[in-house]
C-alpha cells in the first residue's frame, strides 16, 4: 500500500473507533433512561449506583461495557448480578454506529455494485457522497435518532409504553440541527465555502423548492394549529380522550370477581366499550392543526408569491419545513391509521406513543423515508407474527409496535438507495443517483 493509503487507512480507523466509543457511551446512557425514565426516578441525578446496596460505581466501572467486564457481571459491594443487558446494549448501541459510519463514509461507492440501467449502487445515500468533515451534522442527527429509537424499543418491549421524552428528544433535534446546518451552509457558501450538502441536491431530506412558499406555510401553520390545539385541551375546551379508561378498567375488573388474577384478563382493553366516542375528541384535537395549515399555506403564499414572480425561500426555512413536514407525515400517517382503525373495529387501535415515535422518524429524515419506514415495519410486523406462529413454543409474547417502527426506520436508513433503486425501475423514470464522482 501507498504510504498516503495508510494514511487514509488510518484516519478513518481512528474515525470508527471514535463513533464506536461514542456509540457506547450513548448506549450507557440508553440504559440509564430505559432504567429510570419508566420509575418516574430523575435522569441526571442521583449517580450511578448498585440497585440492590445502592454503593455508587466507581469512575471505571462506569466506563461503557468494560466496566461490567471489569466487575465480572457483580457488584463489588454485595456480590450481587448486575444485568448482562447493560453491557449488551452499550455494545450494541457502538456497533450500530460504527456500521453506519463505516457503510456511508468509509466503504468506497461501488463496493457493492450492480449495473442494471447503469446505475451504480451502494449503501451510500446521495448526501454521504461528501465527506464526514462536510456532513457530519447530519450524521449526528440520524446517530442521535438511531439511539432514541433504541431507548424506546427497549422501554416499549418492557412496559408497552414509550416516555415522550424520547420521541421529543429526536423531534428536537431534527427541529433545530437542520435549519441550523442549513444557515451554517449557506453562511459558509457566501464566504466561499460549500455550497451544497450533497453533489446536486439542495438538502439531506425533502424540502420545498425555492419557490414552494405553501409548502413552507403549510408545515408552520399545522405546527401554530398543534400549539393551540395543546392549550385548548390544557383549558379543558377540547376533552382529552380516553379518560375514563382506568375507571372502566378497575369497575371490569371488580364485576370479573375480587383478586382476579391479572395474567387471566390480558387483553382487557380491547372491550373497552367508547374506542369509537372517543376518536371524535382525537378528530376534534387534529382540527385546528389542519385549519391552520391551509390557513399558513394561504398566507405565505400570497406573501412569498408563487411561480415565477417568487421570491426565494432561504435554505434554511426549507429545512425547517421538510423537518416539520416530516414530523406531521410520521405522526399523521400513525395517528390516521389509529383513528380509522378505532372507528373502523370498535377498539384502539395503535397507540400514540407510535405516533410520537414515526413524527421523531419524519423530523430527523423527512416525509418520505418515515412513510417508507412506516411500510417497512408493517413487513417487519408481519414477519414476526408469522415466525411467532411457526415457534409459537418460544415467542408467546406479543410485541407492542413501536419496535417495529423502530426497526422499519433502521432497515429504511440503511437500504435507501436499494429502496430508490427500485422505485426507479417500478415507476420507470430515469435513475435518481447523480453521478458519482469523489476528488
Ligand atoms: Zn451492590
Same mark, same amino acid.
Given at each position: 500500500?501507498p504510504?498516503?493509503q495508510?494514511y487514509?487507512?488510518?484516519?478513518?480507523?481512528?474515525?470508527?473507533l471514535?463513533?464506536?466509543?461514542?456509540?457506547?457511551?450513548?448506549?450507557?446512557?440508553?440504559?440509564?433512561?430505559?432504567?429510570?425514565?419508566?420509575?418516574?426516578?430523575?435522569?441526571?441525578?442521583?449517580?450511578?449506583?448498585?440497585?440492590?446496596?445502592?454503593?455508587?460505581?466507581?469512575?471505571?466501572?462506569?466506563?461503557?461495557?468494560?466496566?461490567?467486564?471489569?466487575?465480572?457481571?457483580?457488584?463489588?459491594?454485595?456480590?450481587?448480578?448486575?444485568?448482562?443487558e447493560?453491557?449488551?446494549?452499550?455494545?450494541?448501541?457502538?456497533?450500530?454506529?460504527?456500521?453506519?459510519?463505516?457503510?456511508?463514509?468509509?466503504?468506497?461507492?461501488?463496493?457493492?455494485?450492480?449495473?442494471?440501467?447503469?446505475?451504480?449502487?451502494?449503501?451510500?445515500?446521495?448526501?454521504?457522497?461528501?465527506?464526514?468533515?462536510?456532513?457530519?451534522?447530519?450524521?449526528?442527527?440520524?446517530?442521535?435518532?438511531?439511539?432514541?429509537?433504541?431507548?424506546?424499543?427497549? @422501554?416499549?418491549?418492557?412496559?408497552?409504553?414509550?416516555?415522550?421524552?424520547?420521541?421529543?428528544?429526536?423531534?428536537?433535534?431534527?427541529?433545530?440541527?437542520?435549519?441550523?446546518?442549513?444557515?451554517w451552509v449557506?453562511?459558509?457558501?457566501?464566504?466561499?465555502g460549500?455550497?451544497?450538502?450533497?453533489?446536486?441536491?439542495?438538502? @439531506?431530506?425533502?424540502?420545498?423548492?425555492?419557490?414552494?412558499?405553501?409548502?413552507?406555510?403549510?408545515?408552520?401553520g399545522?405546527?401554530?394549529?398543534?400549539?393551540?390545539?395543546?392549550?385548548?385541551?390544557?383549558?379543558?375546551?377540547?376533552?382529552?380522550?380516553?379518560?375514563?379508561?382506568?375507571?372502566?378498567?378497575?369497575?371490569?375488573?371488580?364485576?370479573?370477581?375480587? $383478586?382476579?388474577?391479572?395474567?387471566?384478563?390480558?387483553?382487557?382493553?380491547?372491550?373497552?366499550?367508547?374506542?369509537?366516542?372517543?376518536?371524535?375528541?382525537?378528530?376534534?384535537?387534529?382540527?385546528?392543526?389542519?385549519?391552520?395549515?391551509?390557513?399558513?399555506?394561504?398566507?405565505?403564499v400570497?406573501? $412569498?408569491?408563487?411561480?415565477l414572480?417568487?421570491?426565494?425561500?432561504?435554505?434554511?426555512?426549507?429545512?425547517?419545513?421538510?423537518?416539520?413536514?416530516?414530523?406531521?407525515?410520521?405522526?399523521?400517517?400513525?395517528?390516521?391509521?389509529?383513528?380509522?382503525?378505532?372507528?373502523?373495529?370498535?377498539?384502539?387501535?395503535?397507540?400514540?406513543?407510535?405516533?410520537?415515535?414515526?413524527?421523531?422518524?419524519?423530523?430527523?429524515?423527512?416525509?418520505?423515508?418515515?412513510?417508507?419506514?412506516?411500510?417497512?415495519?408493517?413487513?417487519?410486523?408481519? $414477519?414476526?407474527?408469522?415466525?411467532r406462529?411457526?415457534?409459537?413454543?418460544?415467542?408467546?409474547?406479543?410485541?407492542?409496535?413501536?419496535?417495529?417502527?423502530?426497526?422499519?426506520?433502521?432497515? @429504511?436508513?440503511?437500504?435507501?438507495?436499494?429502496?430508490?433503486l427500485?422505485?426507479?425501475?417500478?415507476?420507470?423514470?430515469?435513475?435518481?443517483?447523480?453521478?458519482?464522482?469523489?476528488p
Amino acid at each position: 500500500m501507498p504510504s498516503y493509503q495508510w494514511y487514509q487507512f488510518f484516519a478513518m480507523g481512528s474515525w470508527v473507533l471514535f463513533v464506536t466509543a461514542f456509540g457506547c457511551c450513548v448506549g450507557s446512557l440508553i440504559n440509564v433512561l430505559v432504567y429510570r425514565l419508566p420509575r418516574g426516578l430523575s435522569v441526571v441525578a442521583p449517580p450511578s449506583r448498585c440497585p440492590s446496596c445502592e454503593t455508587r460505581l466507581t469512575w471505571r466501572e462506569n466506563i461503557p461495557v468494560f466496566g461490567w467486564l471489569l466487575l465480572r457481571g457483580r457488584c463489588r459491594f454485595c456480590k450481587s448480578k448486575i444485568s448482562p443487558e447493560y453491557p449488551i446494549v452499550e455494545a450494541f448501541v457502538g456497533l450500530l454506529f460504527a456500521l453506519f459510519f463505516v457503510l456511508w463514509y468509509w466503504l468506497p461507492p461501488e463496493a457493492i455494485a450492480i449495473h442494471p440501467h447503469d446505475t451504480l449502487l451502494s449503501f451510500r445515500p446521495e448526501w454521504a457522497q461528501n465527506p464526514v468533515t462536510i456532513t457530519w451534522p447530519y450524521f449526528v442527527v440520524v446517530l442521535m435518532l438511531l439511539g432514541s429509537l433504541v431507548a424506546m424499543t427497549l @422501554v416499549d418491549a418492557k412496559i408497552s409504553q414509550i416516555p415522550l421524552e424520547l420521541p421529543f428528544f429526536a423531534t428536537i433535534v431534527g427541529l433545530i440541527a437542520h435549519p441550523a446546518h442549513a444557515a451554517w451552509v449557506q453562511f459558509a457558501s457566501r464566504t466561499g465555502g460549500v455550497a451544497e450538502t450533497a453533489p446536486g441536491f439542495t438538502w @439531506v431530506i425533502p424540502t420545498p423548492g425555492p419557490d414552494a412558499w405553501w409548502w413552507v406555510g403549510a408545515p408552520i401553520g399545522a405546527m401554530i394549529g398543534l400549539a393551540c390545539s395543546i392549550i385548548l385541551l390544557r383549558t379543558g375546551l377540547i376533552r382529552r380522550s380516553f379518560t375514563d379508561y382506568e375507571e372502566w378498567e378497575r369497575k371490569a375488573r371488580e364485576s370479573m370477581g375480587d $383478586g382476579a388474577p391479572e395474567a387471566n384478563t390480558p387483553e382487557l382493553w380491547v372491550q373497552y366499550p367508547h374506542a369509537r366516542r372517543e376518536m371524535l375528541k382525537e378528530i376534534a384535537f387534529l382540527g385546528p392543526v389542519i385549519l391552520l395549515g391551509w390557513l399558513g399555506a394561504t398566507l405565505a403564499v400570497s406573501l $412569498g408569491g408563487s411561480g415565477l414572480s417568487a421570491t426565494e425561500v432561504p435554505l434554511w426555512l426549507r429545512a425547517i419545513s421538510g423537518s416539520i413536514l416530516g414530523y406531521l407525515v410520521g405522526g399523521g400517517i400513525v395517528w390516521g391509521l389509529r383513528i380509522f382503525g378505532s372507528l373502523a373495529f370498535g377498539k384502539e387501535a395503535m397507540g400514540l406513543g407510535d405516533a410520537h415515535l414515526l413524527a421523531a422518524v419524519g423530523a430527523c429524515i423527512g416525509w418520505i423515508d418515515s412513510l417508507f419506514a412506516f411500510f417497512a415495519a408493517a413487513f417487519l410486523g408481519i $414477519g414476526w407474527e408469522l415466525s411467532r406462529r411457526l415457534f409459537s413454543e418460544r415467542f408467546r409474547r406479543m410485541l407492542p409496535y413501536g419496535p417495529f417502527l423502530a426497526g422499519g426506520a433502521v432497515l @429504511v436508513l440503511l437500504c435507501k438507495p436499494l429502496i430508490e433503486l427500485g422505485m426507479t425501475l417500478l415507476l420507470r423514470v430515469p435513475a435518481h443517483q447523480p453521478p458519482i464522482n469523489i476528488p
